[in-house]
């Protein structure tokens, strides 16, 4: 297991705080909140509108080369059975509200860092700044660690999140995606989407 933890230091008051943004790749990650493994009951497949999942927190989700395809991606040795995303040339994904954690499988045939390419790297952002990142061998062929785990800690959220592989064709490949939004995030949707509710009721 791997883990990078980006340190911002926030003033607050009289007093300095740490807030973290801590970055895993492992064999294994936690399950949040809000959950997504594009199997689920009706959900879209093929060449689906990138915002086919706004319903649930996820404002937009796209590939490098602008597309957003969800498959039956288990004809690659070591990708799980069932539909995943798929993403040539990276994965981007925009929430409609803060997070504080988010976790999901992913495959890339990139293969290790090297000074000629290769190897894959996580950025993350809050309101369009970076605010974390972290490069790893991305896990292909039923080899590697497939999961990634971003944490934030210390007041620190986050609203975006590309993921890219530098191999010569890279693809991505996202299943059993999950995330927190954090502490009054999803209070915060559930007015306003009562508050357009009422507005249309009128």
Not at 52 to 58: E, F, H, K, R
Request: proline share 5%; hydrophobic share 40%; glycine share 14%.
């Amino acid at each position: 297991m791997k883990t990078h933890t980006a340190t911002l230091a926030l003033l607050a008051a009289a007093t300095t705080g740490h807030a973290a943004i801590t970055i895993t790749d492992g064999t294994s990650a936690p399950t949040y909140d809000v959950t997504l493994n594009f199997d689920e009951a009706g959900g879209p497949t093929g060449s689906v509108p990138a915002d086919s999942w706004a319903g649930i927190g996820l404002a937009d989700i796209i590939s490098g080369e602008g597309s957003t395809v969800v498959g039956d991606n288990n004809q690659l040795w070591g990708i799980n059975d069932g539909n995943s995303f798929y993403g040539a040339y990276g994965v981007f994904m925009t929430f409609s509200t803060d997070l504080t954690n988010f976790s999901a499988q992913i495959w890339d045939p990139s293969g290790p860092p090297s000074p000629f390419g290769g190897g894959a790297g996580v950025f993350v952002y809050n309101n369009g700044t970076e605010v974390a990142n972290y490069f790893y061998e991305p896990a292909w062929g039923g080899l590697g660690n497939e999961w990634l785990d971003i944490s934030a800690d210390g007041g620190m959220v986050f609203d975006e999140i590309r993921i890219l592989g530098y191999g010569f064709f890279p693809t991505t490949y996202m299943d059993n995606a999950s995330w927190t939004p954090a502490p009054g995030a999803a209070a915060l949707l559930s007015c306003v989407g009562l508050g357009a509710l009422r507005r249309r009721r009128r």
